[in-house]
């Protein structure tokens, strides 16, 4: 007998043939799909009814700083480099521990209750973070963010933090949470600190979390320095690869974009926050038009300010139209790949998630499509992509266990975790402000 | 006694000081608010704990076209004339007045479920239209949308429609219904016939609706025809002036931005539309730094594909900001601006609508703070504006009538709408089928 049954529901598979059964069931045993498709009969301990309900594979949301939900709404609407060293990079000086865990638990909350199942997170704290994921019951892939600026002290130092999350967190959660390394940037760390985490890498058999290209500043900062463009010295001194997860990748030459492809590096697109930033508009029609499965991501919530998965696909395919000018230039199906199986593949994780197959780990969501907003129904991927919101999204399964259902998150006091975290949220602040 | 006390709620006012209070109350009294404040006491009829929650003014959709609801997600990711000509208006055709009505309702429904108390509609069948409005509870401002394409015999008749909606439906369901002339566009009707519209809005003392400068193709068409751009052309048949409505107002100039603000023109902007259909990026921070008091409208759902003006808000600020690869650009508070006291300028209920002031109607609706995506709270306007979703709403007052409370829409049976709004879509759908 299975343990869930999910029954008569409008299932997104997103497998290789994107196959859609418009009354459909998934079967679940322990943490696995055990069965997809129309005529499945059978018993099971816990059944879902999914009628007038959407199912599919949970949305992967390829680049976060989850803690940083603890700095939503403090400062918005500022020039990028004040916002940073005025608000952001002092604020986050006073961070502690406890910050950094309950920031990421309320992110772990905000992606249950908006269909999010896996994320790929690069910041401080990170042992904390596994924490909170290991309760929430969600998938991870965790990265240290590392910052040395060209410091051989602090690199030493940054490494071996980076290196230590490796070493206890890998397989952590009974699988559940994977490590990366996270040099944060080719502007933060010199290319000997890149060639170590590369090394690294290599050892432990990790992939690497980093941002490429975000502003116009940036790429004019690596091209006063280093002579080249962000790709071009990325590639140069030979750290790019299959490996590299690349958040942002905004300005990009075309030229740049066929090294991308040819190194097989894994850009992520972060719409929200790069208008909200006003850092530019990334090329991302090209890069899937070239062949390169780029995935989607919300970046942290102080530039975003959610963590809203089914918002950030309504972003994408619009910044994407009348960034060309063109309304077929990313077409909704594309979007949903971004955020599924593109998630899978940018994390190396395609053989376990982004699609809904047999053998796969039963990560799951359910939507469901009895909402004015999502009426009448003629074409749910494009209700999926530009009508739907994360709260459409009431129930929600990693590794075969029921995070969610019905809205209400099961093994979380919300109303505990939201008072907490504006606790320690003034709290930071106030120390923060008497520091100035 | 008080009929409604709202009480305990963090108040934002949008009063002309922009007075929010942390702890406040607003007073409602049959239609109108009587108080809002800190320190009102008394006794109400029916007392709205508003503790962890934010009331806010009901927020105004100054353009749409609503029944086109039965049209969502019928057609995107198109070329704009293709999914015009072969999609919009073939399936048009065949739209009946109970298409239009239930199409109305169930936009209604979806503008109360997520906090829109007052919306400005162009298109066909309008008495149906009134009719949803009416039940619904919702205030608009109607408007048939006349299209001429040059034809004398057409013109007539056109305008005998709009002049008959006039004459039926203004004031109607208690005043919550107001008229407005509907001439489509500059490219769809003949100064004749937009003149004539002229004359018969001040002969009923009623305002005017219509499209200008969607698309670069549209002002083309305009510039070959006149031997003008679409504003210079409007202004000089002497088409132009306060009482005039403009969607869109994507493709102006700098000249053309002068005549708006010199004629007192309303422009709307519509982002999330002019980015799904790739138009182009309104000049709306220069619009408003001219002291042009720009609205917010979701256009139709068919090119949207929601109605929800928070994810509208949201749309507007980023867009403008990457628009101009500038994070000052378009400030949350000036984007709330443009959903509630711009809107109701636009529509002329500025003496109505659009504030929380003592006199005016009471159209207020209050949004649930104790969300994941909402904590933690350090900046309500910022949360509203790059946070919070339609969904966020729980309660919506119009006329000093509660529509929805704790997300539950009361005198509507919201699934019977959705099953009949199914049903005569797919219907719809047949008979474009059949004739093609």
Redesign the interface.
Known sequence: MADILIKDGYIITMDPQRRVFERGSVEIEGDKITAVGKDIEGRADTVIDARGKVVLPGLVNAHTHLSM??L???A?????ME?LETKIWPIEKNLTSRDCYLGAL?GC??MI??GTTCFADLYFFMEDVARAVEEAGLRAMLSYGIIELGDPKRRESELRAGEKLVKTCQGAAGGRIQTMFGPHAAYTCSPECLMQVKELAKKYKVRIHTHISET?DEVDKIVKKYGKRPVEHLDSIGFLGPEVLAAHCVWLTEREIAIIRKQGVKPVHNP?S????????APVPEMLAAGIPVALGTDG?AS?????MF?EM??A???N??G?????????KSVLEMATINGAIALGLEDRIGSLEVGKKADIVLADL?K??L?????VM??LV??A???DVDTTIVDGRILMRNRRVLGID??E??KQ??AT??DL?DRWRAEK
């Open positions: 939900t603890l939503r709404g403090v918005d609407d500022m020039p990028l916002w309320l909350l905000e209750k908006s116009q929200v790069n208008m909200k930033t006003a850092s530019g508009v919530a975003n300010n959610a963590l809203d918002n309504k972003f395919a619009l910044l139209k009348v060309k000018l063109d309304p077929t230039a990313m077409p909704a009895k004015p907003h009426a009448p129904l003629h074409n494009s209700h530009y009508s919101v994360g709260s919300e109303d975790v939201l975290v504006q949220s003034d602040l």
